[in-house]
């Protein structure tokens, strides 16, 4: 079942702050969220299990709110570094705890 | 440190013919393994994940099989390949179901 990702393309000015948010219709064990830049692999940012946290990095944050199945994003004081295409993916319950699935992805574009 | 090796970066092929890409990792023992196809400007599908040594799960009927000879080695194969089948082929691995995915260098794959 793959994540549903909002929105789908962003455009910032350097400074500014964005949210990507990231849903599911089934349970949750975890939620992942990773970074691509063009014609790159996706790099990993963070996990967050079930449970329902918050982690991250001093301008890169994410929320899971386990009830709800939804994680969100936080890049804030963005700088031409965090563009790129961001994903979110998503384990459920049970068998499906090891089967990764991602989301269509949100393009962030910074500019000066 | 672990570290997963993805080959070939770039495949020309042409219609009819068969694939075998491999990917193999590092440092690690026992990972989960998965195999993700990005068709140009999308998102991310997931085509085959396993957790151990012979055991393959599918996630998309398609021509494209995949197999896990050994414990840090997967491979991604088709007997007939298909104009559909281009993409970027990446392989990832996962620690546990706890643990965020690394993922290998991809293969540009063009069927022509």
């Known amino acids: 079942q793959q994540p549903v990702q909002s929105p789908q393309a962003v455009i910032l000015r350097e400074g500014e702050d964005a949210v990507i948010n990231c849903s599911s219709s089934?349970?949750?064990?975890?939620v992942h969220w990773y970074r691509q830049k063009h014609g790159e692999a996706p790099v990993f940012l963070m996990i967050?299990?079930?449970?329902?946290e918050q982690k991250g990095h001093e301008k890169i944050s994410a929320s899971f709110n386990e009830k709800k199945q939804q994680s969100s994003l936080y890049l804030t004081a963005s700088q031409l570094s965090y563009s790129g295409t961001y994903f979110c993916g998503t384990a459920h319950l049970g068998a499906g705890s090891y089967q990764l699935t991602f989301g269509k992805g949100t393009k962030l574009s910074v500019i000066p | 440190s672990q570290t997963i090796h993805q080959w070939p970066a770039t495949l020309v092929q042409p219609v009819g013919s068969p694939l075998s890409l491999e990917c193999t990792v590092e440092?690690?023992?026992?990972?989960?393994l998965y195999w993700y196809r990005q068709a140009a400007g999308r998102g991310l599908q997931l085509l085959f994940y396993s957790v151990g040594i012979g055991q393959i799960s599918s996630e998309v009927p398609q021509n494209l099989s995949a197999s896990r000879p050994q414990d840090r080695q997967f491979i991604l194969s088709s007997k007939k390949l298909l104009l559909s089948d281009s993409g970027f082929y990446l392989c990832a691995w996962r620690r546990d179901r706890d643990s965020g995915a690394f993922f290998g260098q991809g293969t540009r794959l063009t069927v022509v």
């Open positions: 440092g690690t023992s026992n990972p989960n």
């Open positions: 967050l299990l079930k449970g329902g």
């Open positions: 089934k349970a949750l064990y975890s």
